[in-house]
């Protein structure tokens, strides 16, 4: 199976070369790089989060594989699914489904459903790709969506899962947690209530990032895959998180009165 871009020429750009250019602009080719359990990056377009995005993956080296976790935004029946094989396809050329990886993960979770249809027009997994495609050229990867409805526990057992099938696969890979920040609130509002959930992030503290979004009612859409990802990196003994870039699209477009925030963050 082939999954064809479903944001291209909108989220970024469709022609390749017009693509590389802008992802080139979109990198910080002075940073520091550190070898990361996994980092959480934004999924807005480019013109508005690509910076953030390029500067984390900017600041970290990157493996030949990879395990991209995302929120669901369409209305599916499956709380977190994975697409255990196949290709995708962006511009800058496709990458296979690492079906050796998904088996391991999916043999220690049972939350976790076999979903194809789930990701065909999913974009917040598909708008990371091309950038790990132009620094790295070609990878493997497993695509996991996770539903609102998800429950807490559920995050749990699949943070457990990815890091005992990681441990088991044996090779470097690199988990990918994509989310936005607060949607559609002022810059104010926005950079206090993203900073609550970052520290929590920062703090690596999987349960409180939770709680406080649910509590201060954060509308940080990838608040889940990004618990999930604290979860595991825990468990792949993650000691520290470092918050590379945060910024929101007013910066981009000078309106500050509704706002998206992006954080790009590694851990290590």
């Not at 992802?23 to 934004?42: C, F, H, N, R, T």
């Not at 559609?184 to 992030?201: G, N, T």
């Not at 870039?245 to 963050?265: E, H, M, N, P, W």
Request: net charge negative.
């Amino acid at each position: 199976m082939k999954r064809k871009p479903s944001v291209a020429g909108y989220f970024y750009p469709r022609d390749s070369e017009d693509l590389k250019e802008m992802i080139k602009g979109m990198l910080d080719p002075q940073a520091d790089k550190e070898k990361a359990i996994s980092v959480i990056s934004p999924h807005a377009g480019y013109l508005y989060s690509g910076k953030v995005a390029g500067s984390v993956f900017s600041s970290i080296t990157l493996p030949e594989n990879f395990v991209i976790l995302g929120p669901n935004h369409q209305d599916v029946s499956t709380g977190i699914s994975i697409m255990r094989q196949g290709v995708w396809e962006t511009p800058l050329g496709d990458i296979s489904i690492n079906t050796t990886l998904a088996d391991m993960i999916m043999k220690q979770s049972g939350a976790l459903k076999e979903n194809a249809k789930s990701h065909s027009q999913e974009h917040s997994l598909e708008v990371q790709v091309p950038f790990i495609q132009y620094l790295k050229g070609n990878i493997s990867f497993v695509p996991i969506s996770i539903a609102y409805f998800a429950t807490y526990d559920d995050l749990v057992e699949v943070g457990k899962a990815l890091a005992g099938a990681i441990l088991e696969f044996g090779q470097d890979t690199l988990i990918v947690a994509s989310t936005d920040m607060s949607h559609y609130v002022s810059q104010e509002v926005a950079k206090e209530k993203d900073f609550l959930a970052i520290e929590k992030i920062l703090d690596l503290d999987a349960h409180g990032l939770y709680e406080t979004v649910e509590r201060e009612n954060i509308s940080m859409c990838g608040f889940k895959p990004t618990t999930t990802a604290i979860i595991a990196s825990k468990e792949l003994k993650a000691t520290k998180a470092e918050l590379i870039k945060y910024q929101t699209s007013g910066d981009v477009s000078g309106d500050f009165l509704k706002v998206v925030g992006y954080a790009g963050i590694r851990i290590i």
